[in-house]
């Protein structure tokens, strides 16, 4: 492939520009609607204890999808080749609910269901009826897809388009809120966990982890058409995943900083609370401003996840479909599922992430520490350690839909609370080791014909 040069620079890498564009479109995807509004808020309860929480949330919420990068890089594949080299059967049940989850069930739809509730809040409007909705989520999803159609540019246009946008509104907030602080004083933590359980926990709940494996496709699209070599591919991806969350922890700090200067003045939550501090520091027009931010924000993860989704499914299904053809599929569900509203979306659907999360973290833990992938002891533990990981998980999601859809199982109830850990739901983290270390005992070299 012929280089760009100026894309590329003379050793075959990303030019400084093109990891600054492409870097700030990756930052945006993960951004999203989700990681613009929760800082904020997890400094506001941190308080005097901020940068503790603070240190615990860049191990969860930061350094695990860095490490799903370099798990990409250094296992040389795509996230569906790596599960399929972990244990091909199991593999593709997980990676298409993950797929299917953080694609056109899930996240997208969220996406959208929050740009409509920010759109309301700018305009004050109470609308009942679902036709708007429809009609909003038709438009949303035709400009999505305007921006995934093109496969290779998608990084492209989001980092010269949307992330201009979000980091000019991302700093006016920040950097008045660091100024000018709402309150004169921080006031302790409001929490009883100490502070870095609560940052660890907050940290890991934000799924950034599968996000990334996800985005690892766009990414690796982007990479190749900027003329990068395929040998000097995986190095990059990895370039470009610190330059990303090099952008987030930066933006995390400064929003958990500003969310502490609120103090005690301010007793609302995520969107209300962000949409209010801002009206504090910059009036009716900042607050305009932020569900124009919030919605832009949206966009960027319903773009990032919707093109990975095409991506993962044309794979996946042998090349059946054209990308272009699931491109428009996706965004059609998608369409459809964000117009039943975002409460309902995140209550009746969220706890499905909760099934493909664990599995996820113990499949990069194993691409990122062994240096033998291709089979063994390691790998039949990893593969175990999976298996049981998703198992567990599936435990959690019928534990939250036995509430939900009122199945009201005491007998479920009862073992489930029994099982440790599971009030924080992180029961996979001992299962998978002992099941890692089951699978290491259970395995048996398969012997060669002479």
């Given at each position: 492939m012929k280089k760009d040069s100026k894309s590329v620079n003379s050793k075959g890498n990303l030019s400084v520009k093109s990891l600054i564009i492409m870097g700030g479109a990756l930052f945006s995807m993960h951004f999203g609607a989700s990681c613009m509004l929760y800082p904020v808020q997890w400094g506001r309860d941190s308080g005097s204890d901020v940068f503790i929480a603070y240190i615990a949330i860049v191990l969860t919420a930061l350094l695990l999808p860095l490490l799903a990068y370099i798990a990409l890089s250094k296992g040389g594949g795509t996230f569906w080749e790596?599960?399929?080299?972990?244990?091909?059967?199991?593999?593709?049940?997980f990676c298409g609910l993950t797929a299917l989850i953080l694609g056109p069930l899930y996240i997208i739809p969220r996406m959208s269901a929050a740009a409509w509730d920010a759109l309301m809040q700018v305009t004050g409007l109470q609308i009942s009826s679902a036709l708007p909705l429809i009609l909003f989520n038709c438009v949303y999803y035709a400009l999505t897809y305007w921006f995934i159609a093109g496969r290779s540019n998608i990084m492209d246009k989001v980092g010269k388009i949307l992330f201009p946008v979000l980091l000019l509104i991302v700093v006016g907030v920040i950097g008045k809120g660091l100024m000018t602080p709402i309150a004169t004083e921080w006031v302790p933590k409001n929490y009883d966990q100490p502070a870095w359980a609560y940052g660890f926990l907050q940290g890991y709940q934000t799924g950034d982890l599968p996000a990334a494996l996800m985005f690892g496709l766009v990414m690796l699209q982007s990479i190749r058409a900027a003329g990068v070599e395929e040998k000097r591919v995986n190095k990059n991806m990895?370039?470009?995943?610190?330059?990303?969350?090099?952008?987030?922890?930066?933006?995390?700090?400064g929003h958990m900083v500003?969310?502490?200067?609120?103090?005690?003045?301010?007793?609302?939550?995520?969107?209300?609370?962000?949409?209010?501090?801002?009206?504090?520091?910059?009036?009716?027009g900042g607050a305009i401003l932020f569900n124009i931010a919030l919605m832009f924000a949206a966009l960027t993860t319903a773009v990032g996840?919707?093109?990975?989704?095409?991506?993962?499914?044309?794979?996946?299904?042998?090349?059946?479909?054209?990308?272009?053809?699931?491109?428009?599929?996706?965004?059609?569900?998608?369409?459809?599922i964000g117009s039943i509203g975002l409460s309902n979306i995140v209550t009746f659907v969220g706890p499905l992430l909760n099934c493909c999360y664990p599995s996820a973290i113990v499949m990069v833990l194993?691409?990122?520490?062994?240096?033998?992938?291709?089979?063994?002891?390691l790998m039949n533990g990893a593969r175990f350690a999976m298996i049981a990981a998703f198992i567990i998980?599936?435990?959690?999601?019928?534990?939250?839909y036995n509430t939900l859809l009122h199945i009201n199982s005491e007998a479920f109830s009862k073992l489930y609370q029994a099982i440790p850990l599971t009030s924080v739901q992180l029961t996979w983290i001992?299962?998978?080791?002992?099941?890692?270390?089951?699978?290491?005992?259970a395995y048996r070299e398969k012997k060669t014909a002479e």
């Open positions: 790596l599960a399929l080299r972990l244990s091909p059967k199991f593999g593709k049940i990895v370039y470009l995943g610190f330059v990303g969350m090099g952008m987030l922890a930066v933006t995390h700090l500003v969310g502490a200067n609120v103090g005690d003045t301010i007793d609302l939550t995520l969107s209300a609370l962000y949409a209010e501090v801002v009206l504090e520091l910059w009036g009716r996840c919707a093109g990975s989704a095409a991506e993962f499914f044309e794979v996946a299904l042998e090349n059946r479909y054209s990308y272009k053809k699931l491109a428009a599929i996706v965004c059609v569900v998608s369409t459809l194993y691409y990122v520490l062994c240096k033998n992938q291709t089979g063994g002891r998980g599936l435990l959690d999601v019928f534990n939250s001992p299962a998978g080791i002992i099941f890692f270390l089951i699978g290491m005992a």
